[in-house]
């Protein structure tokens, strides 16, 4: 069965420091991975997608994320917080077969909180 | 270009009534998933309409009913609302012979009393 777990459930970090947000994942096979970003009352944006191409994916901004397959991650950093940047993160994994477009699955969240 | 847009934004209800929510597709995807985010959870996937039928479901009751239209539309409808539907309801459009990728709409929030 595929499955995302977020390693954190809340990240606290100063405004300008790094930020990284943990999910490993399980699946039987090669997976298609998101990172979705969900503000307060609000829907969900895409952030990036690991599609089995590059390993290292740049997203919308500053994130990026790397696909570690012997490690079965795919953490998501930005080099320099913003204050804009405080918003729920979910990890995603598709669950996709026989040729479906199959559904997302969703990890448990992570809270970004940026202090000033 | 709108994305996904949702109706109401807001709803709220009594125990055992109906509910209808509505979604439209980005422009140009022809597939409509929903999703029931519960407060401080993740989104648990519902269902999923192509081509005006329901190609997959989660684990939700049959009391989650859907329908999709010939513009692509797409309804949600809920019967004999309990308190425990009270939550979030995302739409996510796609394009099915294209990446997998889904747009999210800002969502319906639902509070049953």
């Known amino acids: 069965a595929q499955s995302v777990t977020q390693l954190d459930s809340h990240v606290s970090v100063s405004e300008g420091t790094p930020v990284l947000l943990r999910c490993n994942y399980s699946s039987s096979y090669s997976p298609s991975l998101f990172w979705y970003v969900q503000h307060p009352n609000k829907g969900l944006q895409l952030l990036l997608k690991y599609t089995s191409a590059a390993t290292l994916v740049k997203g919308i901004n500053g994130f990026e994320a790397e696909f570690k397959k012997s490690e079965t991650s795919f953490h998501l950093t930005k080099p320099s917080a913003h204050m804009s940047d405080a918003a729920e993160y979910f990890c995603?994994?598709?669950?996709?077969?026989?040729?479906?477009?199959?559904?997302?699955?969703f990890g448990k969240g992570t809270k970004l909180s940026v202090k000033p | 270009d709108a994305g996904v847009t949702q109706s109401p934004t807001h709803l709220i209800k009594t125990r055992g009534q109906q509910v209808t929510l509505r979604c439209s597709p980005k422009?140009?995807?022809?597939?409509v998933s929903w999703y029931q985010q519960a407060l401080g959870q993740g989104p648990q996937f519902i269902f999923q309409y192509y081509e005006e039928e329901e190609r997959q479901r989660g684990n939700f009751p049959d009391r989650f009913s859907g329908h999709q239209f010939p513009n692509y539309s797409s309804e949600l409808n809920v019967n004999a609302l309990l308190l425990g539907d009270s939550a979030l309801y995302l739409c996510?459009?796609?394009?099915?012979?294209?990446?997998?990728?889904?747009?999210f709409g800002p969502g319906t929030r639902l509070l049953v009393l």
């Open positions: 996510a459009s796609s394009l099915r012979a294209s990446e997998k990728t889904q747009y």
């Open positions: 422009s140009g995807h022809d597939t």
């Open positions: 995603v994994v598709i669950l996709a077969y026989g040729g479906s477009q199959g559904n997302l699955i």
